[in-house]
């Protein structure tokens, strides 16, 4: 019987397939809520997939804001999901668990997840994987599930977004803002956004926003009156901007909230809705089952259907910030609370 190595040299010189054989693979845990310094690349059980489930080795996995959130104890995974860090990666396929048809071993792929990317291989249901994009590097890949499942699902899917119509964006430089830009332009929408720096609205202008809008200097509201109010607004902000974001709303329209980095609680004028048939929607990605009308599995055909064509073509196609090697996530993580990143940063596994 081979003699195995200590785990801090075996981790030094393993390759992951290597590690995954005697059943270790490195990720990135949490060792206690708190600042990006709580960030450790530790030894882990390499996980096996169930039925309907595939095994990825990692190539690269992307961040997202819910991982800052999670990471500081205000965003647990969900109920069975994993507790490691990462909510979309890209990689190859290691193993196929039972049922699992149509797929090979060695497939590039890129895959929604409900955690578990920050490390060396991840388990996901089948339902959640999408090939690799043609002509899109494979680590660029990593930045792709996540915020074009959440555009799609939330400003096509929810809220109907339709050539000729207005779509206001905010936060139009990040990861989320920078596929919606796209996606509302290549639907045929005229595309609004608000950003901070010069920089960021160049980005936006460069995008394909027809508006750009300085939301330290300028009033959306006012300033989206030029396009007639918006039919659709995508917000990630919650409660600093309900009330505004309504007013920006031309009759009919549809206020999808994804996020409450300006707070969870305000107060909801319901006549403003009532008087212009406001419709608003609150619909977050993680959490969804796979299966059912607002499940992962139906999101991600769809995407595949209609959003992937355009990513293939180069109509839609999320910028990329940085790389930075996994075990550095603590360095990426400062990077993207610092702000001034624009679109994605990606986690490379070394």
């Not at 388990?123 to 915020?147: H, R, S």
């Not at 055909?301 to 940085?322: C, F, K, M, N, Q």
Request: aromatic fraction near 2%.
């Amino acid at each position: 019987m081979p003699v195995l190595p200590d785990s801090a040299a075996y981790a030094s010189w393993a390759t992951p397939h290597e590690r995954a054989t005697v059943g270790g693979m490195e990720a990135i845990t949490i060792r206690e809520p708190g600042a990006p310094d709580v960030l450790e690349w530790t030894e882990r059980p390499t996980p096996k997939p169930g039925r309907g489930e595939v095994a990825i080795d990692v190539v690269a996995a992307g961040i997202n804001r819910a991982d800052l959130s999670q990471r500081q104890g205000n965003y647990p995974p969900p109920k069975g999901a994993s507790d490691v860090l990462g909510l979309e990666c890209s990689g190859t396929i290691a193993a196929l668990g039972e049922g699992v048809a149509g797929r090979q071993i060695g497939d590039q792929v890129c895959a929604l997840l409900a955690g578990g990317g920050y490390a060396e291989r991840v388990v996901v249901p089948d339902e959640q994987i999408l090939p690799a994009p043609a002509g899109i590097d494979l680590v660029d890949a990593a930045g792709l599930p996540e915020v074009l499942c959440t555009v799609w699902s939330n400003v096509v899917m929810e809220a109907g977004l339709r050539g000729g119509q207005v779509l206001l964006v905010h936060g139009g430089s990040g990861g989320i803002g920078t596929a919606a830009i796209q996606i509302g332009r290549a639907l045929g929408a005229r595309v609004a956004a608000t950003a901070g720096s010069a920089e960021s609205l160049r980005l936006c202008r460069e995008l394909g926003a027809e508006l750009a809008i300085s939301y330290s200097e300028q009033d959306f509201v006012e300033e989206i009156k030029q396009l007639g109010g918006a039919d659709v607004v995508l917000d990630n902000m919650g409660a600093s901007y309900l009330d505004r974001n309504l007013s920006a709303l031309a009759p009919d329209g549809h206020l999808a909230v994804i996020g409450m980095q300006g707070g969870r609680r305000a107060e909801l004028d319901i006549g403003k809705m009532l008087v212009k048939r406001l419709h608003m929607s609150a619909l977050g990605l993680r959490g969804r089952p796979v299966e059912g009308p607002h499940g992962k599995a139906a999101i991600v055909a769809d995407v595949r259907e209609r959003l992937w064509p355009l990513v293939e073509r180069g109509t839609v196609r999320p910028p990329v910030h940085s790389r930075t090697p996994m075990p550095e996530a603590a360095r990426a993580h400062e990077m993207l609370e610092a702000g001034g990143v624009h679109g994605k940063i990606l986690l490379t596994v070394p």
